[in-house]
Antibody, heavy 116, light 109 residues
Framework: EVQLVESGGGLVQPGGSLRLSCAASGFTFTRFWMTWVRQAPGKGLEWVANIKEDGSDQNYVDSVKGRFTISRDNAKNSVFLQMDSLRVEDAAVYYCTREIWGPEYWGQGTLVSVSS | QSALTQPRSVSGSPGQSVTISCTGSSSDVGGYNHVSWYQQHPGKAPKLVISDVSKRPSGVPDRLSGSKSGNTASLTISGLQAEDEADYYC?????????FGTGTKVTVL
């Protein structure tokens, strides 16, 4: 059974940093791109970033370029999202997903709040 | 990277059919056959119900079907049931990244 478990969310002040983690199990991690998707409270889904199977390629939505960094540790079946210079508008539930031409399996999400 | 356009809401009585549209451009929906649809119940994570325009993952009832014409993709729910009441989102590959639709609330009357 595919499982994706996010962690690392919390409350941070504007301008601060947070590192999200996603532990994957139940599938061969090295065969899949991985993706982060976010959903602000009461709002729709927004694709944030993805990373290639071997970590050699990453893509980002324009609004987070230069502030967020996606990475993975294939030895630990984990994917990460380093979020720096956080803004109020980054507040959301962040979902980790396995990707096959679009998000396929989803974790339960981790909540990031940005407030002073 | 503009969001794909979906109707804000659609509704139907049990047993009826409803169709949700998802309109993009030649840079996303019209340019690739990689459109997926997600169902999200309140407080829950989204669930994939259609991939690659019209493929149903295992366990998804055949009452849900997907199609595409030009820059618009569609999700049809036939034989509407109470458990179909949820938010639905489309998502399209857009060349190295993905873009989601604005979301549609389906109400079963």
């Amino acid at each position: 059974e595919v499982q994706l478990v996010e962690s690392g969310g919390g409350l941070v002040q504007p301008g601060g940093s947070l590192r999200l983690s996603c532990a994957a199990s139940g599938f061969t991690f090295t065969r899949f791109w991985m993706t982060w998707v976010r959903q602000a409270p009461g709002k729709g889904l927004e694709w944030v970033a993805n990373i290639k199977e071997d970590g050699s390629d990453q893509n980002y939505v324009d609004s987070v370029k230069g502030r967020f960094t996606i990475s993975r540790d294939n030895a630990k079946n984990s994917v990460f999202l380093q979020m720096d210079s956080l803004r109020v508008e980054d507040a959301a539930v962040y979902y980790c997903t396995r990707e096959i031409w679009g998000p396929e399996y989803w974790g339960q999400g981790t909540l990031v709040s940005v407030s002073s | 990277q503009s969001a794909l356009t979906q109707p804000r809401s659609v509704s139907g009585s049990p047993g009826q059919s409803v169709t949700i549209s998802c309109t993009g451009s030649s840079s996303d929906v019209g340019g690739y056959n990689h459109v997926s649809w997600y169902q999200q119940h309140p407080g829950k994570a989204p669930k994939l119900v259609i991939s690659d325009v019209s493929k149903r993952p295992s366990g998804v009832p055949d009452r849900l079907s997907g199609s595409k014409s030009g820059n618009t993709a569609s999700l049809t729910i036939s034989g509407l049931q109470a458990e179909d009441e949820a938010d639905y989102y489309c998502c399209s590959y857009a060349g190295s990244l993905y873009v989601f639709g604005t979301g549609t609330k389906v109400t079963v009357l």
